[in-house]
Nanobody
Framework: QVRLVESGGGSVQPGGSLRLSCAASGSTLRRYCTAWFHQAPGKERVGVASLNVGGPNTYYSDSVRGRFTISRDNADNTVNLQMNNLRPEDTGMYYC????????????????????WGQGTQVTVSS
């Protein structure tokens, strides 16, 4: 079973950048559709970015497109989320998740698409 551990969260001012990392053990991430989800305080968890099996197909939510970039590092077996031009509304927990097989435009952002989740990493954007 694949195990996921997120890192890279922290506190940053609006307009700043962070790079989140999702490290996998037990299997290679190239075999999975891998996604990042955001859960703001008091709100539901929503998908922000996804990277398909083997890459390079990616999906992004409208709220982060052009600011966030998802990528895979096969040597380290990680999937990363580069977050630029951060906004206060980006505050919350960020979770990495994987789904066996392909993701599609109609399914990538659904919680039930994914069967393994990390514990999350906190991002705070505040002046």
């Amino acid at each position: 079973q694949v195990r996921l551990v997120e890192s890279g969260g922290g506190s940053v001012q609006p307009g700043g950048s962070l790079r989140l990392s999702c490290a996998a053990s037990g299997s290679t991430l190239r075999r999975y559709c891998t996604a990042w989800f955001h859960q703001a305080p008091g709100k539901e968890r929503v998908g922000v970015a996804s990277l398909n099996v083997g890459g390079p197909n990616t999906y992004y939510s409208d709220s982060v497109r052009g600011r966030f970039t998802i990528s895979r590092d096969n040597a380290d077996n990680t999937v990363n989320l580069q977050m630029n031009n951060l906004r206060p509304e980006d505050t919350g927990m960020y979770y990495c998740a994987v789904a066996p097989g392909w993701c599609y435009s109609t399914t990538w952002s659904r919680l039930d698409t994914y069967n393994r989740w990390g514990q999350g990493t906190q991002v705070t954007v505040s002046s």
